[in-house]
């Protein structure tokens, strides 16, 4: 009963939206957004969007790799996502010799793509609204595993607006994904972590790969005799451009928002979750760096992990600086307030503000400390070893099948790792860890033993001249008693009480979750002007709005559009992070662009990123972006920092993702890449 009207009170919700461009939607309900998306210059029709009878753009979009996505471009499984998204396949494939992370990487034919182990992409095949199933009594293992067609097919269901509604997903995995083209990191990272969450913008963020098949045109492993893979549908890429005000759409897997959290969420994350983790990260990242700066070698073997830590480490700044000019937490608390103005006289609501107060304060003292042991001692990169090698050696059978798996496991790690970052940052960590940690969440034996050792600094580095899981060779019988293991172990008690509180998010907690399914249905039946869509969960949704740019200070207009100009203007070769391969630089002085060329700002210049206001979040990178006739214009890799915020409140003025434009892909696969070739399989317009 409550859950029929629920959706009905959806239908008519979704037809109001109180913010232009907030929302990520739900591709099978896209129906209820048409009208909007038509009067903002989109031409096409919502089975355009999302079908199961015939192919439909969601056919052309692949979740890339676990926590990106990517599009296909040809007939012939021809896929592209970001730079940063393929970093890691790019880098695996990568060794001193052939640095592909550096000079770039091209397949001048399908013999010389390169399969990359362990990468894979999902195809949605389907979802299904199962609220009503569920409800009726079938079990979600049941409906699971009947929507599996077979081999290759994969199903989860997923929660939306808190498990007020289930939704069934249906994926097809395809694991033999090879690279076909990567530029050189100074355009596929040009600007680094300098420019990353900034505009203006000048990244080449993009990397191309193909999908195989077996002979039938489905999923495989890896095999020689393996063919491209047909979808049923791929993009046709508009090389016509981009202006202000034109309309765009994006299509992607983000991966988590909270826009209906309470102030008490809101203050966690501003206030406390997101500082501790800046601090503890910039002691890490300074670390890092100094080494990098004195090796080269030290400098690859990093450099993901480098990527990784900053890249979060600047978006919580942020995200803090955009909830307080927001003041998102006051606005909140106003907004509960009337909520319970409204909810007084109604029994079943009345108490919900209440009763996630209490909730809150329960579980986010436990949230706190699995955050804080996260970016401290679990950090530290022995540790996680150590914890790794324990566990392989209570699940291997014998002492052999142990000896084998522990070798390989021990060269891969040992193969990006660096005793002394790691040791340092052990000293800053631990350190951390002991000044922030309420003190009865202290391990006991973590105390005795370093006081044992005359102090924290002599007790860590006896840890790291002691153990032998960082030797060269690791044998099995020094691994017993390693005093690494030992160490991580002390920490037991941490992890498993952490694992209690292990959810997506503080408010995910099913002790607060609970109060938010009947808050989200109170919120319905109230605030009748909201748009409601639910919060980003790593399934395929829908977001669009238009080519903008914004006021960044006063009096201070940001274009959406920037140009190779603005390339050459960082160009440094004294900079790692601006310093552009020579044939561009080349290519710019002779102005010999070709047919990528052309008027922007009144020069003669080609077009490299943009902005848009679709909402997007991590998760959309490597997402195509559409124009109205639903032809690829560019590839989404970031948003600005002061955007980073929308994960909880979308501010349309200000919010803005960046992408990087098709024409510029395309002039670096033909230009720089001189993998031309590739453009002929592709639909260009
Ligand atoms: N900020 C973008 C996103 O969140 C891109 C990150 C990769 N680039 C980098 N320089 N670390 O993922
Ligand atoms: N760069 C992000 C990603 O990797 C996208 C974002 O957070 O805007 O998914």
Redesign the pocket.
């Known amino acids: 009963m409550i859950k029929k009207l629920l959706i009905g009170t959806l239908m008519c919700f979704s037809l109001l939206s109180a913010n232009a461009d907030e929302g990520m939607w739900l591709p099978s309900l896209i129906g209820s957004r048409i009208k909007d998306m038509r009067s903002k210059g989109f031409r096409l029709k919502a089975e355009d969007i999302y079908s199961i009878n015939k192919a439909s753009l969601k056919d052309a979009v692949v979740q890339f790799g676990g926590g990106c996505t990517g599009e296909f471009v040809s007939a012939e499984g021809l896929l592209l996502t970001?730079h940063?998204c393929g970093?890691g396949s790019i880098q695996q494939l990568s060794s001193v010799e052939h640095d592909y992370l550096t000079y770039g990487f091209w397949a001048m034919s399908r013999g010389e793509e390169l399969p990359v182990p362990g990468l894979s992409v999902s195809l949605l095949v389907r979802m299904e609204d199962v609220t009503e199933r569920l409800a009726a009594g079938e079990k979600r293992e049941d409906i699971i595993a009947q929507a599996k067609q077979g081999d290759g097919y994969s199903a989860s269901i997923e929660q939306m607006y808190y498990g007020n509604q289930q939704f069934l997903f249906v994926y097809q995995t395809f694991r033999d994904v090879r690279l076909v083209g990567a530029p050189p990191s100074s355009i596929g990272?040009f600007?680094?972590?300098t420019?990353?969450?900034i505009w203006p913008r000048h990244?080449g963020?993009f990397s191309i790969f193909r999908v195989y098949a077996d002979k039938d045109n489905k999923p495989a492993t890896y095999s020689k005799e393996n063919k491209p893979y047909t979808p049923k549908r791929h993009f046709t890429v508009s090389t016509k451009g981009v202006g202000e005000g034109d309309f765009t759409m994006i299509y992607g897997f983000p991966g988590n928002t909270q826009e209906y959290v309470t102030s008490d969420a809101v203050k966690y994350v501003a206030e406390v979750s997101d500082p501790m983790k800046i601090e503890l990260r910039t002691q890490r990242l300074e670390i890092i760096e100094a080494e990098q700066a004195k090796s080269a070698k030290v400098r690859i073997q990093y450099a993901s992990k480098h990527?990784?830590i900053?890249?979060?480490w600047?978006?919580w700044q942020g995200e803090v600086m955009g909830l307080n000019r927001l003041g998102t937490v006051s606005k909140k608390q106003a907004y509960e307030q009337e909520f319970t103005t409204w909810a007084a006289s109604k029994p079943e609501y009345a108490h919900l503000i209440d009763s996630m107060r209490a909730a809150y304060k329960a579980v986010t003292p436990l949230y706190y400390v699995r955050e804080l042991y996260t970016e401290s001692v679990g950090a530290i990169e022995a540790v996680n070893f150590a914890l790794q090698v324990a566990n392989l050696k209570s699940r291997s059978k014998d002492d052999k099948t142990f000896a084998n798996a522990l070798s390989s496991l021990h060269a891969n790690f040992m193969k990006n790792y660096s005793v002394d970052i790691d040791r340092a940052i052990a000293h800053k960590m631990i350190n951390e860890f002991l000044k922030r940690m309420p003190e009865e969440q202290i391990p006991a034996a973590f105390t005795k033993a370093y006081e044992e050792k005359c102090g924290i600094t002599s007790y860590i580095d006896y840890l790291f001249d002691n153990t032998k899981l960082l030797d060269n060779e690791i044998k099995v019988e020094e691994v017993a008693n390693d005093v690494m293991i030992e160490f991580a172990q002390m920490f037991q008690d941490i992890r498993k009480q952490n694992a209690t509180v292990s959810y997506r998010n503080l408010s995910n907690i099913p002790a607060v979750e609970k109060w938010y399914r009947p808050y989200m249905q109170a919120l319905r039946e109230w605030d009748k002007e909201r748009a409601f869509y639910p919060d980003a969960n790593f399934t395929l949704r829908v977001a669009y709005g238009t080519v903008a740019g914004y006021e960044y200070a006063d009096a201070e207009y940001h274009h959406p559009v920037s140009t190779i100009d603005g390339i050459i203007a960082k160009d440094d070769p004294n900079i790692y992070d601006y310093d552009i391969p020579q044939s561009l630089r080349d290519i710019y002085a002779k102005k010999d662009y070709g047919r990528w060329g052309e008027e922007i700002h009144g020069r003669y210049s080609v077009p490299v990123c943009f902005l848009a206001t679709n909402h997007t979040s991590?998760g959309n990178?490597g997402s195509p972006i559409i124009n109205g006739k639903g032809e690829l214009i560019g590839i989404n890799?970031?948003?600005t920092w002061r955007s980073t915020m929308s994960d909880m409140e979308f501010d349309p003025t200000i919010c803005r993702n960046i992408s990087v434009d098709i024409r510029y892909v395309l002039f670096v696969i033909d230009r720089i890449g001189g993998a031309g070739y590739l453009l002929s399989e592709m639909d260009l317009k």
């Open positions: 970001n940063h970093y990272k600007g680094g972590d420019d990353n969450w990244t963020d990527a990784s900053a890249n979060a600047k978006k991590g990178s890799f970031d948003r």
